[in-house]
């Protein structure tokens, strides 16, 4: 029945705002998305000793559009995409709703150990840095702030809503935009546009994203081509030109290597990165949540689903808010990878990469080059020199057992809005 209103709501909006369309644009364009059926999420921590429950009561609405050459269509929109609360001690907790529109919870109940995507930051009022717990394993490790208990989502109404949005979510420490511009032009602060001031290099420019290594454990019949590179005083953290990698991992000729099979095949035999694409986006931006060693965990459908994966994360120097002007001029930025204290154990580095930015060169014209100097806890592991890229211009290998993948992925979706 609940599922039944949902879709008959759906439908209505729809056909609202097809039949306005020949008159001007419908209210859903002009003014924001008419929301129309919500679900409660209940977030249970601990941050340190003090317990924290983050209550989020989502909204689900529909967004009509067309592509040029193609019909009219609708698509459900959730909002809050992420939603966070200030600690006692001013640091900040904040959790991604998952994207449950459409989905009858009482029938098809979110998973028991259902484990949303959840961010800690030192400053509750500055958000442009953040740490993404990426794994179970993440919650019990020394450098953790957190401890997951549990995660809930249940129907809720209109008024709950309405109640919700009078109280708890003015507690939000996401800095909050035009609500036309949020949801109509998918405009947020993870997206940067509207929060910078005039002249700012962020202003219209850079998402915000998070950014790890997943550790990939290479198989035992691939350990000679990787280690055949391996310099002589067999150091644990090397690097690898990626014009070796390359043909390895994206099987550049796939119907004569199979590379990556193997490696499929290593990772299930030591039951790591099941349904991880290490090549591709990882799911969390999705709002699906983490898959845990259950199985479970994550409400996504399909194949992918990541989360048992092991990442480290990393920050690079180019990264705002820390990066200045001298980047333009400097020969070399450094990146920072940490694994001391289990960081290394499913944790994510969330900012703005201004790489783009410092190393923009006139159209046509080369892009100027930089040394890269990779260090790992603070102890410089290599440097690669006059890379073109951005950081690391090199892949890092492991011994000869693993290495070491990029693993991004931006804090906004296509279907999410903040309010």
């Known amino acids: 029945m609940a599922l039944a209103k949902r879709l008959l709501s759906l439908t209505l909006m729809v056909g609202l705002a097809l039949g306005l369309a020949a008159c001007g644009p419908s209210q859903s364009q002009s003014d924001g998305i008419k929301f129309g059926w919500f679900y409660r999420m209940v977030v249970d921590l601990s941050h340190g000793d003090e317990p924290l429950s983050i209550e989020v009561v989502i909204a689900c609405g529909s967004q009509v559009r067309q592509i040029l050459g193609e019909g009219r269509s609708a698509r459900a929109l959730w909002a809050p995409y992420i939603y966070g609360v200030r600690t006692g001690n001013g640091e900040g907790v904040l959790v991604q709703s998952p994207n449950v529109c459409d989905r009858d919870v009482t029938k098809k109940p979110v998973p028991a150990d259902f484990m949303p995507v959840v961010f800690w930051t030192p400053d509750a009022g500055n958000l442009e840095f953040l740490v993404a717990y990426l794994n179970e394993r993440a919650y019990e490790q020394p450098v953790s702030k957190l401890t997951f208990h549990r995660a809930t989502v249940t129907e809720a109404t209109e008024a709950d809503h309405k109640a919700w949005r009078e109280t708890k979510w003015k507690d939000n420490i996401v800095p909050i935009g035009d609500r036309r511009e949020d949801q109509v032009n998918a405009r947020s602060f993870f997206r940067g546009e509207g929060f910078f001031p005039a002249g700012d290099p962020n202003k219209s420019l850079l998402r915000m994203a998070c950014f790890s290594f997943l550790r990939v454990p290479i198989p035992p019949d691939l350990r000679e081509l990787v280690g055949a590179h391996w310099p002589s005083d067999r150091p644990r953290y090397w690097l690898l030109d990626w014009r070796v990698v390359r043909p390895i991992i994206f099987e550049e000729n796939p119907q004569e ?83 001391d204290g289990g960081a290394d154990q499913g944790f994510a580095y969330c900012y ?14 080369p892009r100027r080059a930089a040394d890269h100097r990779i260090f790992i806890d603070n102890q410089l592991i290599g440097t690669w020199p006059e890379s073109t890229t951005m950081a690391p211009g090199a892949a890092i290998i492991e011994r000869d057992e693993y290495i070491w993948l990029n693993n991004d992925f931006d804090l906004t979706h296509e279907l999410a809005r903040m309010q």
């Open 257 to 339: 290597t199979r590379y990556w099979e193997r490696f499929r095949a290593e990772a299930a035999r030591r039951g790591v990165l099941r349904g991880e694409e290490p090549r591709g986006l990882p799911t969390f931006y999705e709002g699906t949540g983490v898959n845990r060693s259950s199985g479970v965990g994550s409400i996504g459908v399909g194949r992918l689903a990541s989360g048992q994966g092991l990442r480290i994360p990393y920050r690079v120097e180019t990264g705002y808010p820390w990066a200045t002007e001298r980047m333009r001029t400097q020969g070399s930025f450094d990146l920072h990878a940490d694994t």
């Open 352 to 365: 703005r990469d201004m790489f783009g930015y410092y190393f923009a060169t006139p159209l046509g014209t």
